[in-house]
T-cell receptor, first 113, second 111 residues
Framework: DAGVTQSPTHLIKTRGQQVTLRCSPKSGHDTVSWYQQALGQGPQFIFQYYEEEERQRGNFPDRFSGHQFPNYSSELNVNALLLGDSALYLC????????????FGSGTQLSVL | DQQVKQNSPSLSVQEGRISILNCDYTNSMFDYFLWYKKYPAEGPTFLISISSIKDKNEDGRFTVFLNKSAKHLSLHIVPSQPGDSAVYFCAASDGTYKYIFGTGTRLKVLA
C-alpha cells in the first residue's frame, strides 16, 4: 500500500521563477492538504483540495495556487518566488471528513536563491 | 499569533524513563488534537490523537492527556527508547479542515 508520494524531493530555483510540486495521496484517500514548514517552525496550512476544488485556504498570498486531478493527485504552484518561500513543502492526504488524521509525504525541499 | 505552543524546544531523557512533551493552546474552539513525530528528511508520522470529549487516550507506549480547562495537552512516552529520538509536533483543529501545528520539541533519548 503506497503512502503519500511527493516529487521532486529537492528543488533549487531563483527569485521570480515559478515552481510546481506534485503529490499523490495514500490509497483510499480523496483529500489533499499542503503545508509549508520553514526551518525551526511547525508546518503551516496552505490549502486543502477535495473534489477538485479548494475547500479551505490558509494565510498565504495568491502566488500560491493548486489543483487536484480526478485521480485525487494534486499540484502546488508558486509564482514569482521570493527568498522567503524557501521551505519544506509537505503534502498530506486524508479522508473527506473533518477531524481526520493526516498522512504526510516526505516533502519537497525548495531553495530559492 | 501562535495558537499552539510547544514551549520546550528540546528535551533529553534516559532510555527506559518517561518522556513528557507538553503543548498549550489558546483557541477554545479546538476540538481535536494530534501528535506527530518527525525524523530528519522524512515527513511527519502520526502517533496518537485525542478528541475534546476525552481527557486521555492510550496507544501502547504513548498516552496523550488533555486538560481542557488549562488548554493543555501532554504526550507521555513510557518507556522511552533511543528510536524515539525525533522532533515531536502537536497539532489542533477547530473543526475546520486545517490543523495548526506547534513549533515542535526535539526529544533525545540517551542510551
Amino acid at each position: 500500500d503506497a503512502g503519500v508520494t511527493q516529487s521532486p524531493t529537492h528543488l533549487i530555483k531563483t527569485r521570480g521563477q515559478q515552481v510546481t510540486l506534485r503529490c499523490s495521496p495514500k490509497s483510499g484517500h480523496d483529500t489533499v492538504s499542503w503545508y509549508q514548514q520553514a526551518l525551526g517552525q511547525g508546518p503551516q496550512f496552505i490549502f486543502q483540495y477535495y473534489e477538485e476544488e479548494e475547500r479551505q485556504r490558509g494565510n498565504f498570498p495568491d502566488r500560491f495556487s493548486g489543483h487536484q486531478f480526478p485521480n485525487y493527485s494534486s499540484e502546488l504552484n508558486v509564482n514569482a518566488l521570493l527568498l522567503g518561500d524557501s521551505a519544506l513543502y509537505l503534502c498530506a492526504s486524508s479522508s473527506r471528513g473533518r477531524g481526520e488524521k493526516l498522512f504526510f509525504g516526505s516533502g519537497t525541499q525548495l531553495s530559492v536563491l | 499569533d501562535q495558537q499552539v505552543k510547544q514551549n520546550s524546544p528540546s528535551l533529553s531523557v534516559q532510555e527506559g524513563r518517561i518522556s513528557i512533551l507538553n503543548c498549550d493552546y489558546t483557541n477554545s474552539m479546538f476540538d481535536y488534537f494530534l501528535w506527530y513525530k518527525k525524523y530528519p528528511a522524512e515527513g511527519p508520522t502520526f502517533l496518537i490523537s485525542i478528541s475534546s470529549i476525552k481527557d486521555k487516550n492510550e496507544d501502547g507506549r504513548f498516552t496523550v492527556f488533555l486538560n481542557k480547562s488549562a488548554k493543555h495537552l501532554s504526550l507521555h512516552i513510557v518507556p522511552s527508547q533511543p528510536g524515539d529520538s525525533a522532533v515531536y509536533f502537536c497539532a489542533a483543529s477547530d473543526g475546520t479542515y486545517k490543523y495548526i501545528f506547534g513549533t515542535g520539541t526535539r526529544l533525545k533519548v540517551l542510551a
